[in-house]
């Protein structure tokens, strides 16, 4: 009966739907939550869902797309600081677990071919898991995260030489001569024509990206067809997803690499929102289709054996890359959080396996173990994530002195008058501000570079996600005064607010806000005062172009606070109407209009000859009046 | 004209909050800025904030012989950012009081606009006093910092006389300006 689309469908969503908000609550993350209702949905449970390979198929276009927005993010002279990352912790991990693994298996006797596909199959981490994890910890960003992106983006790249090389350690029969599961065009060529092959397909990706790609968006961008615009960015992942598949190399790396020639077009905010929903819908379902395959008979069936597999293989996985990251200059938080994400079996592992099977290298009751194995692995991330943050909140109480990735609070720091929450180029300004009139401040941040560079300046700042309530607490906000959200995630400022504004009902919450909406947003969520960001700038620079057009600079001034009243009126005035879509956008078009009459009444009031009380022309009359008279005048 | 490398010995501090609508003041300050040994320093363009810098100021103060100050006669006083330079940068101990005698021996000139004509001010016309008798707060000012009252320049009703007129009284005054420089410049 679970055939059906729409049965399908309808399952896969609620049991989404519900289990991830209750993980949510739980705080137990998305990632878990998505987990949690594959294995509830099943075969192992529930056994509601029903081609769960078509749909984890379908699924894994998540991923795709998840790297191509990655790629969006990271400019090329980016990607190429990063390289020492990439090629030198990367490689070097892939390489070590590979052999840590292989020599381990062959402990427990498994032939030395065999031992090592499946230590090259066990060394490839989860990208999707790690970076949404780390995603929803506030980490992608920072150093652990460029750090981990690196080791991940070398085991994409490794998938190439895999294919390759894994048929070599053959020692069953081949089962299948032409490889079925990969659908490499080029894998029968000679190796020399699939180097080209592959070099031509990234040259195709990038130069279409400079070349086609641009124009091609400029004249949909003006055709003002929102839905081709979202299609033709689909078209785009889907397509290169495809050329890369042809040629033999992973169509995730490729995502990415087409989202890294795209991160300096124009179109690169537009690219973002308009995927961004494809990327969280469909990497739910890849959480959720991992969460389904795991095996619950094998687990039952052995489950010492597994639990041992699992233990074993992320303690070898934990163990290997903390050292190497820690010869790479990493401190013990960084190395040890960075090998803590990567501890798992990736979602590759699940291809590998069965490419593995197919090529006789690995035998089918093997490989389902190792599934499992991996999949267990996979859902133990989320898992062993927050057990790593408890272990590490409760070391930096015993001893708070040395913490980077997560706060500590000094005494001195146990009362200030404000916590600003978020450092950048928002909340420093404000902050400097009111430093600079001795208000006691705690800034909290999630970049841990920043936070570095402050501290060296002497400054209060702190490493932490501040939707984290705890962390609020722990930064003094039952005894603050004053909470200011300046960090440029909107949804985490609106989040942040609306928490803060629920636990702390004595904080007065001022909130940057991305713009009038989001403006109105945080006034719903309770914050007490909103400052859209660039509002003052756009002013101050609007002031600039009327001194530069020849205005007095005082003139112009004036006009721009003018403006301001005006605008801040209007933003008052709409304000009930929020919320009310139609009635919204109907009073806006008129507070338009309202500003054209404004700015006509302002053209005339400035005008030269005009009257006001710096210039009474209005009384010229009785002046004239008075000068014509003989002699001295009467009062006017 | 100026002797090359010669420092202007004369400050115009000039004040009108909306210079672009009065046309006597534009040719006024025009006339000043040109004139000889004469530096022109306008308020509202320095500071349409109102955020004055003090120090910047009394280093110009201290500059300088002669302080003239330029205006329209706003409610027979000075329009409010020269009120506000008055009272952030002649401060005690600068200007006046004890130790305040950084302005002592230099003149104070005052040049400004009116809007009524010159029969106005006088005690039976509408305003019932004399330009003199509405000045002396300025007088008054220079003679607690210890200057030298000059002379002041009027323009009477500036709104109603013509351009030719104008003119002659934007020559008289930067003659008047040029004098001053002058014997500022023999005196020191």
Redesign the interface.
């Known amino acids: 009966m679970h055939g059906d689309f729409l049965t399908q469908a309808l399952v896969y969503l609620a049991a989404g739907v519900v289990t991830v908000a209750a993980a949510k609550k739980l705080g137990l993350g998305s990632v878990l939550g998505y987990l949690i209702a594959g294995a509830l949905i099943g075969p192992f449970a529930l056994n509601l869902t029903g081609e769960a390979e078509d749909v984890m198929a379908f699924a894994e276009f998540g991923v795709v797309i998840l790297l191509f927005l990655i790629g969006l993010e990271v400019r090329p002279a980016l990607l190429w600081s990063m390289r020492k990352t990439i090629f030198g912790l990367g490689g070097a991990q892939v390489v070590a677990t590979a052999l840590a693994i292989a020599g381990a298996s062959m402990i427990f006797g498994l032939p030395w071919p065999t031992a090592l596909a499946a230590g090259l199959v066990l060394a490839m981490s989860s990208t999707a898991i790690v970076l949404q994890t780390l995603d929803e910890k506030g980490l992608r960003q920072g150093p652990v995260g460029r750090a981990a992106f690196g080791v991940l983006l070398l085991q994409d790249l490794a998938i190439i030489p895999l294919f390759a090389l894994l048929p070599l350690l053959a020692t069953g029969p081949v089962q299948l001569t032409s490889d079925t599961h990969s659908t490499s065009l080029v894998a029968d060529l000679p190796a020399w024509m699939q180097a080209l092959a592959v070099l031509a397909a990234v040259g195709a990706v990038v130069g279409g990206g400079r070349f086609v790609v641009r124009p091609v968006f400029r004249f949909i961008a003006q055709s003002r067809l929102r839905e081709i615009f979202t299609a033709t960015s689909l078209l785009i992942v889907v397509g290169v997803a495809l050329l890369m598949q042809i040629v033999g190399l992973s169509p995730a790396l490729g995502a990415f690499l087409a989202g890294v020639v795209l991160a300096e077009s124009e179109f690169r905010r537009e690219l973002e929102t308009d995927i961004e929903p494809f990327r969280g819908l469909l990497l739910g379902l890849f959480f959720i289709t991992v969460g389904a395959t795991i095996d619950f008979g094998l687990i039952l069936r052995e489950p010492l054996l597994l639990i041992g597999l699992v233990l074993g293989l992320m303690a070898l996985k934990f163990v290997v890359l903390f050292a190497l990251a820690r010869v790479g200059g990493a401190s013990n938080r960084l190395a040890a959080t960075v090998a803590v994400a990567l501890a798992q079996g990736g979602e590759f592992a699940f291809v590998l396996l069965t490419f593995t099977v197919g090529a006789g290298v690995i035998s089918q009751p093997l490989a389902d173990l190792l599934t499992a194995v991996v999949a267990v692995s996979m859902a133990m991330t989320p898992l062993t994530v927050i057990v790593y943050e408890k272990i590490l909140t409760f070391l930096d109480r015993k001893n708070p002195t040395e913490s980077i990735a997560d706060p500590t609070f000094e005494e001195e720091d146990a009362e200030p008058d404000i916590i600003i929450a978020g450092f950048g180029r928002f909340g420093q300004v404000t902050g400097r501000l009111l430093m600079a009139n001795g208000f006691k401040s705690t800034v909290l941040d999630a970049d841990i570079e920043m936070i570095d560079l402050l501290r060296r300046f002497g400054r209060r700042v702190h490493y932490g996600d501040a939707t984290r309530l705890d962390l609020l607490r722990q930064a003094g906000a039952e005894r603050a005064r004053m909470l200011i959200v300046a960090i440029d995630d909107q949804e985490k400022a609106a989040e942040l607010v609306e928490r803060a504004r629920e636990a702390f009902p004595h904080l007065t919450i001022l909130a940057r806000a991305f713009d009038r909406r989001h403006a109105y947003d945080m006034l719903a969520n309770g914050a007490d005062a909103v400052e859209r960001e660039t509002f003052e700038g756009a002013l101050a620079m609007g002031v600039t172009a009327l001194k530069s057009l020849g205005?007095?600079?005082?003139?112009?001034?004036?006009a721009a606070d003018y403006f301001r009243r005006h605008d801040l009126r209007t933003f008052e005035e709409l304000r009930p109407m929020w919320g009310q879509t139609e009635a919204y956008m109907l009073a806006s078009r008129d507070a338009a209009q309202t500003m054209d009459r404004l700015l006509a009444a302002d053209l005339a009031t400035?005008?030269?000859?005009?009257a006001?009380?710096?210039?009474?022309?209005g009384?010229?009359e009785d002046?004239?009046e008075?000068?014509e008279q003989e002699?001295?005048?009467?009062?006017? | 004209m100026e002797p090359e490398g010669r420092e202007p010995s004369v400050l115009v501090v000039f004040a009108?909050?909306?210079?672009?609508?009065?046309r006597a003041n534009t040719v006024l300050a025009g006339a000043a800025r040109d004139a000889a040994g004469v530096r022109f320093h306008d308020l509202?363009?320095?500071y349409?904030?109102f955020v004055i810098d003090v120090e910047a100021e009394q280093r110009k103060l201290l500059a300088h012989q002669v302080i003239a100050l330029q205006f329209?006669m706003?409610w027979y006083s000075t329009?409010a950012?020269m009120k506000e330079w008055l009272d952030l940068v002649w401060l005690h101990g600068f200007a006046y009081g004890k130790g305040g005698d950084r302005l002592k021996g230099k003149q104070l000139f005052v040049a400004c606009t009116t809007?009524?004509?010159a029969?106005?001010y006088?005690?039976?016309?509408?305003n019932?006093f004399t330009m003199e008798e509405f000045l002396r707060p300025l007088e008054q000012t220079a003679a607690l910092c210890g200057m030298t009252w000059e002379n002041p320049y009027v323009v009477h009703?500036a709104?109603?006389k013509d351009d030719a007129h104008i003119q002659g009284e934007a020559d008289r005054y930067r003659a008047r300006l040029e004098g001053l420089a002058a014997s500022a410049r023999e005196t020191v």
Do not use: C, I, N, V
Request: glycine share 12%; net charge positive.
């Open positions: 205005f007095r600079a005082h003139r112009a001034h004036r400035m005008k030269p000859g005009a006001d009380g710096w210039d009474p022309s009384r010229d002046q004239r008075a000068a002699g001295p005048a009467r009062p006017a | 009108h909050p909306a210079l672009e609508r009065s509202y363009e320095t349409p904030d329209p706003y329009p950012l809007g009524g004509p029969q106005a006088h005690k039976r016309g509408y019932r009703g709104r109603l």
